[in-house]
């Protein structure tokens, strides 16, 4: 049965208004529009920034309510906005004209702030530099290009720069897009004779915000148009911040010239967080969401287990939230194993072999800097082994669900707070050294070739 998907939308909006705080409606619910439905399946659009955080945090959340309305086999089915326009008309949905309000923040989410981002040593750096050009945008370092693997908050410090900016009411203008933004901005401007328009809303600003560069290899139209962008912009002394997952000279399949352009600032990286990291996300986010914790051992549970990235944390807590809520039951770390047992099996690290990583990271790493794995766990203290101790430490730290001790007991017998001088040494050399990060890179590339990635022992 087709239904008005207005009419039955503001019937799930109203269950959704009881089942979550009162931001997360306003931030995340409310900007939801539905454009079908039909036998209890919805069709809703976001806006392109929100959809991916929207789908993986609360998707849950968004099906339950939709049952609780509609019946058991009610669901809901997310699509970035304007995706439903183009599928009618073969082509992206035209950009918003020059009167619209937002036109010079690109939707810059007020979440976003410098105060709300968790500091931990693994983007440390990249939090100092994104709040310099915050501070002094064109003069800190321009551009700034920030790497690390999805939802480490690269995205996070994009809009924190643009908010920060907003609310010092220095008169400046900002954009943040995505590179499909721009790509679907760009093709709707060629196609509808917009072009000056599209210039002016792109190189007539004072900040661009650009996340997910890597996303213009392979479109040689649109990376010739960014590439000219990018001058002009940098010519008049606007700051560009960029974000990528990778280095710019891993991004092979871009032109030199714009992975040149990309490496002329500051290049700093943001690595998966780590467990203090973890832990502080988590609390902020259950005081944030105003969930109440009937055993606080909940969020250790979590944090042991997730480790990839914070949106993964995040939505394993919002699932675990969400599963107990619906079986009526008391939030507790039972629960909690119980839901990552069971409904978020991909996300689940559970270490087994405990030699078997670190013996794999001494022995790469041995290689990587000529030596052998007797030098790694010796007591030398020749520059020429140090430096590799530390990386194998380090990456140990990294790669395993090892603790500080065991890492240590597997190098010579040395104690936790030797582990821990060695990682931040080696992080603090990772941010301004760029052939050590070359190297470093290049080892944890193997790793992930042999199966090994950050927070587990497991081949995957």
């Not at 997360?24 to 409310?30: E, Q």
């Not at 040149?260 to 780590?274: M, Y």
């Not at 190098?411 to 052939?435: I, K, M, Q, S, Y």
Request: glycine fraction near 8%; proline fraction near 6%; aromatic fraction near 6%.
């Amino acid at each position: 049965m087709i239904e008005d998907p207005d009419t039955t939308w503001q019937r799930v909006r109203a269950q959704l208004r009881g089942a979550v705080a009162p931001h997360v409606y306003d931030i995340w619910i409310a900007p939801l529009r539905a454009t079908s439905a039909q036998d209890g399946h919805i069709v809703l659009e976001a806006p392109a920034e929100q959809l991916l955080w929207t789908v993986e945090r609360y998707g849950p959340v968004l099906d339950q309510a939709a049952r609780d309305v509609l019946g058991p086999r009610a669901r809901i089915e997310l699509h970035r906005a304007g995706a439903t326009a183009e599928r009618q008309s073969g082509r992206p949905a035209p950009a918003p004209g020059p009167a619209d309000p937002q036109d010079g923040e690109g939707h810059l989410n007020p979440k976003f702030t410098f105060d709300q981002f968790v500091i931990g040593d693994a983007n440390r750096f990249a939090h100092a530099a994104a709040l310099a050009v915050a501070e002094l945008p064109g003069q800190a370092y321009n551009p700034l290009f920030v790497y690390g693997p999805p939802g480490v908050g690269k995205t996070h410090l994009l809009h924190s720069i643009g908010n920060y900016v907003r609310a010092g009411d220095t008169g400046l203008a900002v954009r943040y897009a995505t590179v499909e933004t721009f790509t679907n901005e760009f093709v709707a401007a060629l196609q509808e004779g917009g072009m000056e328009r599209f210039k002016r809303r792109y190189r007539r600003i004072d900040i661009l915000l650009v996340d997910d560069v890597q996303f213009l290899a392979q479109k040689a139209k649109t990376e010739d148009e960014f590439f000219h962008t990018f001058n002009a912009l940098y010519e008049a002394g606007s700051q560009l911040v960029l974000t990528s997952d990778r280095l710019p000279r891993d991004l092979d399949a871009l032109h030199a010239r714009l992975r040149e352009r990309f490496e002329s600032g500051l290049v700093t990286d943001i690595a998966a967080p780590d467990l203090s990291t973890r832990m502080t996300v988590l609390r902020k986010r259950v005081r944030l969401d105003g969930i109440h914790l009937e055993d606080p051992a909940v969020l250790d549970v979590l944090a042991d287990r997730v480790h990839s990235n914070l949106r993964t944390l995040e939505g394993a807590l919002i699932r675990v939230v969400a599963y107990a809520s619906m079986r009526g039951v008391p939030l507790t770390a039972d629960v909690a194993r119980e839901v990552l047992d069971r409904l978020y099996p991909t996300v689940t690290a559970v270490g087994t072999g405990p030699d078997a990583s670190v013996e794999r990271i001494q022995a790469l790493t041995a290689d990587a800097f000529g030596l052998s794995k007797d030098d790694l766990v010796g007591t030398s203290r020749a520059p020429r082994i140090v430096w590799p101790r530390q990386v194998a430490m380090f990456l140990s730290r990294e790669h395993t669900d090892e603790s500080l001790p065991a890492i240590g007991a597997r190098f010579g017998g040395r104690n936790h707070t030797t582990v821990l001088h060695a990682c931040r040494r080696t992080a603090e050399r990772l941010a301004l050294d760029p052939e050590a990060h070359a190297v470093v890179h290049g080892l944890r590339q193997r790793l992930t070739a042999q199966g090994v990635r950050p927070g587990t022992d497991r081949p995957e």
